[in-house]
Every structure is written in structure tokens, then in C-alpha cells.
């Protein structure tokens, strides 16, 4: 029995900041990739609720150079396109909303993590291409992030 099976099922039972920090431990521990896949699952759901402080995990390892840990948001990120796929073309104004306060979330924590000097340009790349476009209608915050990166690290 995992951890994971023990904390409610129901959306909004723990926070996303609680589940996104239990996933950063379990990358750490090396966890199984079935507790790691159903902490990636229930973090999406959620996600919406986040803020740019819930999305700052540090690396555990200091091999890597940079100071936040991409990968984790960027596998949250591509499981919630998943989830996003699922649902009805008809979509609801609620799920427009949803998906443009995560646009502007990831922009926001793109902003952050491009202040690192030593952040490679292939995690900023992978972190701005992990959400579809429809999530931005301006991309202002992107520009605004990509500009932060080129101006400390070039």
C-alpha cells in the first residue's frame, strides 16, 4: 500500500500544492512509477488551483546546474492536455476559464524559472511548448518570460 492510496479521492480533498510536493518527494525516493503516474493524475485535476510558489521545487539533484525542477510541471502539464483532449468539443466557458488561468500559471512560473542563470533553453522550450496554444490568447507573459531569459542568460 502506497501513501497515494491512503489520502482521499476526491478532487479537492488535499490541495495541488500538497500533491505536487508528495510528487516531488516520490521523484526523490524514487517512488514506483504507478504512485508516481496517480500523483501526476490527481496534480492535473487540480491544477487549475495552483500558484507559481506550489510549482518552485527544487532539484534534488545539484548535478544538473539549475535550481527548479521543469520536468515535474511539464509531466502535470502533459497529463493535464490529456485530460483536456477527454472532454466534449463543446466546450463550456468553465473549462475556457480553466484553460487560460493555466496558460497564464505556466507563463507566470516560466517568468520565475527564467531568472536561473544556469536553466538550459531546452527545459524554458519544453515548459512554453508543454500547453497547446488555445491557453494563451495573448502571449504577452511568454514574450515577457523569454525576454527575462535572454536578457540573463545572454
Not at 489520502?7 to 508516481?36: C, E, Q, W
Request: contains cysteine; proline residues 5%.
Amino acid at each position: 500500500m502506497s501513501i497515494v492510496s491512503m489520502i482521499p479521492g476526491d478532487r479537492g480533498s488535499v490541495s495541488v500544492g500538497f500533491l505536487l510536493r508528495l510528487l516531488s518527494i516520490a521523484n526523490y525516493l524514487r517512488a514506483s512509477p504507478m504512485t508516481k503516474a496517480e500523483l501526476i493524475r490527481r496534480s492535473s485535476l487540480q491544477f487549475e488551483e495552483a500558484t507559481v510558489n506550489d510549482l518552485l521545487f527544487p532539484l534534488h539533484s545539484t548535478s544538473q546546474g539549475h535550481s527548479y525542477d521543469i520536468d515535474l510541471v511539464v509531466s502535470v502539464l502533459e497529463s493535464l492536455v490529456v485530460l483536456w483532449r477527454r472532454i466534449s468539443p463543446a466546450a463550456t466557458s468553465q473549462f475556457m476559464a480553466s484553460i487560460r488561468k493555466v496558460g497564464k500559471l505556466v507563463d507566470s512560473y516560466l517568468l520565475v524559472a527564467a531568472k536561473d542563470v544556469n536553466m538550459p533553453v531546452s527545459k524554458i522550450v519544453s515548459l512554453s511548448e508543454a500547453l497547446p496554444d488555445i491557453t494563451r490568447p495573448e502571449h504577452d507573459g511568454l514574450c515577457k518570460a523569454i525576454n527575462t531569459y535572454l536578457k540573463v542568460s545572454y
